[in-house]
């Protein structure tokens, strides 16, 4: 799931997240610690900025986990 997610933050119509956000997840994938428990924070985090509908399907086509995350997001939003 962490590659689906960094592909949808890095293919935004935006372009490269140039925020401090952008710098976290570019800093984790370049230390190879994007697929830890931070690594996903962030990464949801930037994907809720770029392309919430994309996160959403991503999410719901992953494990029971990432569903339930799904879901509880939602009801947050």
Do not use: W, Y
């Not at 997840?25 to 697929?35: A, C, P, T």
């Not at 996903?40 to 392309?51: E, G, M, W, Y």
């Amino acid at each position: 799931m962490c590659p689906a997610l960094l592909n949808l933050a890095l293919e935004s119509e935006r372009g490269v997240l140039k925020n401090q956000l952008g710098r976290v997840v570019f800093h984790l994938q370049k230390n190879e610690r994007i697929n830890t428990v931070i690594g996903l924070q962030k990464l949801i985090d930037a994907a809720l900025i770029v392309n919430t509908e994309e996160l959403f399907k991503i999410l719901e086509e992953s494990d029971e986990d990432a569903q339930e995350l799904a879901k509880n997001i939602k009801k947050v939003l």
